[in-house]
């Protein structure tokens, strides 16, 4: 017994000095170790190392060998869900809940009420905004842009009206004056009315004319007057507070005109105002109506009953 273990002894000592076992025991290498002896811990050769596969959305950096992870996973690249594509990932395509509702543009005379991202519709254009014809442009629509028609041709009304105003006319005017309705007296006159193409602050237009009246109002105090024109002086019933023409086809409108007015003291009980009222009108128009009213009946929405109506051809 004895004997043997000295054997064995002596065995593995020669093994030990020689630096090698009698037959090793290899053990394959892989990614972090060299091939290596079971036995004696000898090598040999180097570690393979690692084969690394990238990193994905969902997986970190990972050796296809030994599975070894670095890192975490990327994270999805989310382009957030339209009407048309749920909520994707960018790199790997991966998928999350639903379609977005459509994004809607309202109607217009354009287009119907529609889907900004798939052009999917809903109900109808709506109509579109027109600002009447005139006598110096077509209807139009003021959203798109759209032009019908033709202008007005503006072949106005005629009418019989039994007076005809003239310079120099003078008339007792009664009205109120200001928000407090204090009953005023004046002295109307026409003091001015012509006829011109065009002035430096009145623009000509082929085939019109410019029609302005001036009248002067001497009063114990100031009273605001309001001038206009119009056709169809019927009665106070009709008077309709706005300044129209009104044109072959039964259209009503305005035409271009310009007012102005202002007022003097002459001293503490003698106040004059002035009045004038530039319209521009077809050269042979035989209707326009000027009148006169008090400012603060007017803007009341009161029919001044001592209104004057004035033809002027
Ligand atoms: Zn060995
Ligand atoms: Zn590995
Ligand atoms: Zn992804
Ligand atoms: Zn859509
Ligand atoms: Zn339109």
New binding site residues.
Partial sequence: MRKTISFLTLLLMMAWLTGCCLAHDWKEANCEEPKTCKICGETEGEALGHVWLDATCNLAKTCEVCGKTEGDPLGHDWREATCQKLKTCAVCGATEGDYADHVWIAA???RPKHCEICGVTEGTTLN??WVAASYDSSRY?S????VQGDELTPAFEKRNYEFTLQKGTSWEYSTIANADDKAVSATATITDYRKYKSDSAHAALDGYEWREVTVEFKSATGIKVMFGYTDTYAGLEEYPYSNYITYSNGTKLGVLADEEFRYEWQDDETCISYGNLAVRVPEDYEDLVFYVCSADYANTQRIDPNIKFMEMK
């Fill in positions: 217009s005379c354009l579109h905004t629509c959203v798109c842009g759209v």
